[in-house]
């Protein structure tokens, strides 16, 4: 049987294999909320 070390490792690869798609879906969507609600988005300074 594997041990509860091994199975911990191989789930956070099997997330960790899907983190690059989730920040890009995110940039994505965030750039649909902010020409959506441009009012409630705040600027940040240079």
Do not use: G, H
């Amino acid at each position: 049987m594997p041990s509860k070390t091994k199975l911990t490792s191989a789930a956070i690869a099997a997330k960790s294999a899907a983190l690059p798609k989730i920040s890009k879906d995110w940039k994505d969507a965030m750039s649909q909320f902010a020409i959506l609600y441009e009012d409630r988005f705040t600027k940040v300074a240079a």
